[in-house]
């Protein structure tokens, strides 16, 4: 791939980053023991941009979502992007295949990402304190396969009615990132 690819790939990574960046919620799909599919809404962090790309949510390790990734880490992960201006119009969306893994309560990579804001810190207080009547809190972290597919992104909804085949993209993580 030459220079000028590479940028505009970068550039186009750099753009849906940030929507994942800017948004908190998203659907983890997982798949049980029985092969099963199970779709959560979820609050999700993200690392920091200085660090690997990896999506973060605070559950209980006697979770559906969490049992399911112990048996089967492969998951879809889905963002819905709204559009405030035309509400009936479908969401922009980001959609990737990731791989899941539980990590501890204590791991230090989630615990900053969900220090990252005071809507996270809100999120991780309530969780704690749901897990001090409940069980064991865990985080689940989610790295994104190489390339993220994207629906709408950086199109006006006038834009995606005149040019529907460009509102799908795919966008590839930079292999730093």
């Not at 941009?49 to 492969?74: C, D, F, G, W």
Request: charged share 15%; net charge positive.
């Amino acid at each position: 791939m030459g220079k000028a690819a590479m940028t505009r790939q970068d550039s186009a990574f750099g753009k849906v980053e940030h929507v994942i960046r800017s948004h908190t919620f998203g659907t983890l799909s997982t798949l049980s023991l029985a092969g099963l599919p199970n779709a959560t809404a979820v609050v999700y962090a993200v690392s920091a941009p200085s660090q690997p790309l990896m999506l973060y949510v605070t559950t209980r390790t006697t979770t559906a979502k969490t049992t399911n990734i112990r048996s089967h880490p492969e998951v879809a992960f889905v963002i819905p992007v709204p559009r405030r201006t035309i509400p009936l119009f479908p969401p922009a969306a980001v959609q990737f295949q990731a791989t899941a893994t539980i990590v501890g309560s204590h791991d230090t990579a989630a615990l900053a990402a969900f220090q990252s804001t005071w809507f996270h810190r809100r999120i991780l207080h309530a969780e704690q304190r749901i897990v001090s009547q409940t069980g064991e809190m865990c985080f689940l972290a989610i790295r994104p396969h190489r390339a993220l597919s994207t629906y709408g992104i950086g199109m006006s909804a006038l834009s995606i009615l005149r040019r529907p085949r460009q509102a799908i993209s795919r966008v590839h993580i930079p292999p730093n990132r």
